[in-house]
Structure formats: structure tokens, C-alpha cells
């Protein structure tokens, strides 16, 4: 399984954007990078994934640099509702997903 | 297009006991995986069903167990329930072919063991 790294929280204010950076440093050539959200009492949202090219959705763009060792979910105007643990997972076909510490994100009002 | 769905959402039960816990996969996915979440914790992968067949488990004792139906759907058994059992326990349907592996949760049950 890739190893993961990203900081432990972050904190940001409403209607910025916000930058969560992913250290995936082990992954293999055919990983895709996920990227999921926990918010308080509820299961894992999906929120993006991406294979070498840089990938929008409605909510959020995912950056991948250009080795694959590292990421980056954009959240382009962080609203209250993004406050959630923000999880990077490289994953390939039907694999378990391996969860790390997250990254807690709190957004100010 | 129907989601993941869980049931019970909540179950207390006690040392010693059984349980069984249900997900209903989303519409056309083939397969299922168990997750364990521990308070203050990551989910923890306990196993992955396809085509009604175990398809690979995490570190879990044997008394967790599963089934996968006909229609996609699954069950989890967890027998001799432990105290270190409580957790919300999810579960995640994907497709078997989809190359990404993109999983989809349901909310979760949270099982409590006194």
C-alpha cells in the first residue's frame, strides 16, 4: 500500500479557497489518486480522483504534479459545509481503500 | 439512481452477542466492502465481496463474516461481540471493472457494545 502524508488540520475562512497538499511519495505508475471527506457522523464522500492530468468537478479541482508524488484538492470558495477530515487514497481497480489521519479542515465564518 | 443504503442506522447490543448488519449496494454495482471506524479513527478495512465470493480481507479475526447476495446487496456477522467492537461500521459499493475503483459509501451503522 502507497503511503500517505498530509498535515495533520488546516483552517481557513469561508468563501476563500483552500489548498489540501498530499505527499504520496510510494505510489505505483497505475494509482489513482482519490481524495474523500468525512463530514462529522456520516460516511465518506467521494469528492475527486485523477490519473495524471490536473481534474475539476463541481466540488473541487484536483492538481497532480507532474512526478505523481504529490497532490493537491482545490476547494476554490470553502463554504461551512466543507468543514469535514479530508482523506488522500491512491487506489487501483478493486482494492481496499487504505484511510490515513486526514486532514481536518475547519472553516471560519 | 439509488445510493448506498445501511440498516440498522444504530444497534446496541452486548458482549457475547451477535449481529448482523445490512447494505444495499448502489444501483449497478457489483461489489461491496466492509469498513470498521473506530471513534477518532480512519475506517479500517475489514473485507470486500464480488460476485458472492470473499474478495479479499483486512486483519480481522474469523468471526467476522459476510455474505454477498444475488442483487448486490450484503451482509456483515460479527459474532462473540467484543466491547472493542463499538464502532460505526460502513459499507462502500463499486464496480468490479471500473478501472479507477472508485468506492461509495453508505451512512453507516453505528454499533454500540456494553
Known amino acids: 500500500d502507497a503511503k500517505t502524508t498530509q498535515p495533520n488540520s488546516m483552517e481557513s475562512n469561508e468563501e476563500e479557497p483552500v489548498h489540501l497538499p498530499c505527499n504520496h511519495s510510494?505510489?505505483?505508475?497505475?494509482?489513482?489518486i482519490h481524495w474523500y471527506r468525512q463530514l462529522p457522523s456520516q460516511g465518506p464522500e467521494y469528492v475527486i480522483h485523477?490519473?495524471?492530468s490536473n481534474v475539476n468537478n463541481r466540488m473541487a479541482s484536483l492538481a497532480i504534479a507532474e512526478d505523481r508524488k504529490s497532490s493537491t484538492l482545490i476547494l476554490h470558495r470553502a463554504t461551512l459545509r466543507d468543514a469535514a477530515v479530508y482523506y488522500c487514497?491512491?487506489?487501483?481497480?478493486?482494492?481496499?481503500?487504505?484511510f490515513g489521519q486526514g486532514t481536518r479542515l475547519t472553516i471560519n465564518p | 439512481e439509488t445510493g448506498v443504503t445501511q440498516s440498522p442506522t444504530h444497534l446496541i447490543k452486548t458482549r457475547g452477542q451477535q449481529v448482523t448488519l445490512r447494505c444495499s449496494s448502489q444501483?449497478?454495482?457489483?461489489?461491496v466492502s466492509w469498513y470498521q471506524q473506530a471513534l477518532g479513527q480512519g475506517p479500517q478495512f475489514i473485507f470486500q465481496?464480488?460476485?458472492?465470493?470473499?474478495?479479499g480481507r483486512g486483519n480481522f479475526p474469523p468471526r467476522f463474516s459476510g455474505l454477498q447476495f444475488p442483487n448486490y446487496s450484503s451482509e456483515l456477522n460479527v459474532n462473540a461481540l467484543e466491547l472493542d467492537d463499538s464502532a460505526l461500521y460502513l459499507c462502500?459499493?463499486?464496480?468490479?471493472?471500473?478501472?479507477?475503483?472508485?468506492?461509495?459509501f453508505g451512512p453507516g451503522t453505528r454499533l454500540l457494545v456494553l
Open positions: 462502500a459499493s463499486s464496480l468490479e471493472s471500473a478501472i479507477s475503483g472508485t468506492q461509495y
Open positions: 510510494t505510489i505505483s505508475g497505475t494509482d489513482y
Open positions: 485523477g490519473l495524471t
Open positions: 487514497i491512491p487506489l487501483q481497480g478493486a482494492q481496499k481503500l487504505v
Open positions: 444501483s449497478g454495482h457489483n461489489t
Open positions: 465481496y464480488y460476485r458472492e465470493e470473499e474478495n
